[in-house]
DNA sequence: GCCTTACATTCCAGCTACTGGAACCTCTGG
DNA sequence: CCAGAGGTTCCAGTAGCTGGAATGTAAGGC
């Protein structure tokens, strides 16, 4: 399974100009290159590009992910210092839930308190005071 | 409760810095400023910039707090427009929701089957190849 | 074989959202 | 009255893209 860049971007959800961001500051490479000089991805470098996009969308820096990938990639890391990094990663997605469910608690009480006709004042207001 | 700008950081988990680059370019102003020109800001400004930190971290921009901001602060505006926009933001925390479990459970996965000694080879790689 | 269209390349400029630092002013306690 | 903590503005720099120009290449139709 081979693919060009912009078929990997689209598989992966980003824009093709982020992929290639990506190789050049070397955090997903390419597998290779074709001989024209077109970047070339497999399954590997794919699955890669999604978990950093996952990664990025929720406040982990380039460098964070860049550790978070080295995790599946340094096979001479021992597994004792995996399991540490990734707890801690892990700690971190947890409290980045808890604070997601606290915002989509506060928009959900505008909508479910707004009645949603044309009279004015919607009592969040109220609430945030 | 009138608060100076470090207090009001403290309390948002902000860096001052922030707080003043949200003054600057007009998302959340202090409610005033005292004598000597310090930004002074009281609860609904908190608020606000709770509201703020959450929304950023989960990576709506600048614009869309502003225009979530707005659902709570234009009392001209029907309570249909505030629903309809709370809804749609809504739906895409509900969609990060979804995506952050995602990320968690391939984190977990890696927490869980590491054997976490200092044998090498994480079971991870073969499972993300 | 050539043309068109789509897609690839590099390079460079610009943008968003901060962030650090300099130079300076002000409030507070000893 | 003075030290130190915390406030001010302004300007420069950083992270992480993102758009555009100039150019090269693969694939299908005439």
């Known amino acids: 399974m081979t693919m060009n860049i912009s078929e990997v971007a689209r598989r992966a959800e980003l824009p093709t100009k982020t992929v290639r961001y990506y190789d050049d500051i070397a955090l997903v490479k390419p597998n290779g290159r074709s001989e024209a000089g077109y970047r070339t991805y497999g399954n590997v470098e794919l699955s890669k590009l999604v978990f950093v996009r996952r990664a990025r969308a929720f406040g982990f820096t380039i460098d964070e992910c860049r ?40 928009l959900a009480h505008v909508v479910k308190n707004c009645h949603g006709d044309d009279r004015p004042n919607c009592p969040i207001i109220d609430y945030l005071s």
């Open 67 to 106: 550790e978070l990938l080295g995790l599946y990639e340094d096979e001479e890391r021992n597994s004792a210092d995996v399991k540490a990094i990734a707890s801690k990663k892990l700690a971190e997605i947890e409290a980045k839930q808890r604070e997601l469910q606290l915002l989509h608690d506060e």
